[in-house]
C-alpha cells in the first residue's frame, strides 16, 4: 500500500507537527506534500524531519515566500490541487492553521483521512495571533477575502473520505461549519521523557507563543497582583508589552529547549493557561504527564483534558477568562492537594501508543469500507 502525507506548511513547530512526525513513524516511507517548507523556522525540531522526503509545492519557488505565506494562503487550495497523488492508495492530510492539505485531489478509490485540528480559526470568529480589523481598511478587505475563503473551505472540507477530529471541541466545530460527522481521535504525547517529579519548586509556569489570542497579559497581570513567582517560556510578538506590565516576581525565559522544557514542567508548581478557546492543549497533557497540575480555563479541549480538582483546577468559562477569575482560581489552588500519580494516570490516556492504535483500526476499517 502506498502512502502519503499532507501537511499544511512546515515553518514553526507546534501540536500540529508533532502529530504529523507520529503519522510518519508509522509510516516512515510516505513522502509528505506541504505548502512551504522553511527548515530554520523550526529550530533544533528540525533536525528530527531532515531526512523526510518532503515535497512543497510550487509557492516554495516564490521570492520571500516566507512573509508571503501569511496574505498568499487565498491561494492555499490551489497549492494542494498542484500535487499529483494518483499512485497512492492512502492519503492522510494534517489541517489545522489553514485549510490547506485537506484541498488535496485523490482518485475515487484512494482513502483520503484527513486529520482536523480545528477548522481554520481566523476564517470562523476565534481569536489568532494576527488582529486584521485593526484598522478599517484590513477589516474590510479581510471581510471579503474571508466570505469566499469559508464558501471554499466549506467545498474542500467535503474531499475527505473522512475526518478525524482531534478532540470533541473540533468534533462540534467541524458539525457546526462544515455539516459532517468526524472521529474523535485525541493527539498523542510522548510520555517517555516526561517523569513525575513529586518534590516541586514555589514557581508557576506559562508555556506560550507570547502573541494575541494566548492570554498570557492576564497569567502576567495575575501573577504580579499577588506578587507570586511566574516563570514564562516562549517568545512572540507581545513579549515587549508583556515584560511592561510584568512586576518583580515574574521571569521571562525566552525560548528553551526540549530538556529545559521538561525540567521546567517537572519542577513547577503548577501549569496556568488561560487562552480561552484551546483547540485541545498538548502542554496541559504533558505538564500532567509530570505530576504538575494545570491551572485551566473551563472552555475549549480543557474540558477533555483536566479533572476539576484532581488534576489541576479549571476556571473563569467562555468570556470570562479574565485577571480577576484568575486571581481566584490562584488563591483557591493554594488550598486543595494534587496528587501527582493522579495527574499521570490522566496523562496515560493521550498516549503515542494509543494513538497510533486508534490511526492504524480506523485505517484498516475504512479501507474495507471502502473496497
Known sequence: M???LAHDYLREYGGAERVLEVLHEIFPEAPVFTAYYNPEG???NGKRIKSWDIRPSWFQKFPFANRLLS??????????ESFDLSEYDLVISSSSATHLAKAVITKPETLHISYIHTPPRFLYGYVTSF??????WTRIGGEIINHFMRIYDFEVS??????????????QRIKKFYRRE???????????????????????????RLVRGKGVEVIVEAATKLGLPLKIAGTGSEAAI?????????????????????????????????SEDEDFGITSIEAQATGTPVIAPASGGFLETVIDEKTGLLYGGPGMVNTESLVEALQKFEGIKFDPAACRQNAEKFSKERFKKEILELIDKKLIEKS
Open 182 to 208: 468526524s472521529v474523535v481521535v485525541y493527539p498523542s504525547v510522548d510520555l517517555k521523557e516526561l517523569h513525575i517529579k513529586k518534590t516541586k519548586e514555589e514557581y508557576f509556569l506559562a508555556l506560550n
Open 42 to 44: 523550526l529550530g533544533e
Open 131 to 136: 488582529n486584521y480589523k485593526k484598522h478599517w
Open 2 to 4: 502506498k502512502v502519503a
Open 71 to 80: 496574505p498568499f494562503r487565498i491561494f492555499g487550495p490551489m497549492m494542494f
Open 242 to 274: 508583556l515584560k511592561k506590565k510584568a512586576g518583580k516576581s515574574v521571569q521571562f525565559l525566552g525560548w528553551v529547549s526540549d530538556e529545559e522544557r521538561v525540567k521546567l514542567l517537572q519542577n513547577a508548581k503548577a501549569l496556568i493557561v488561560a
Open 158 to 171: 467535503q474531499r475527505p473520505d473522512i475526518l478525524v477530529a482531534n478532540s470533541q471541541n473540533i468534533a
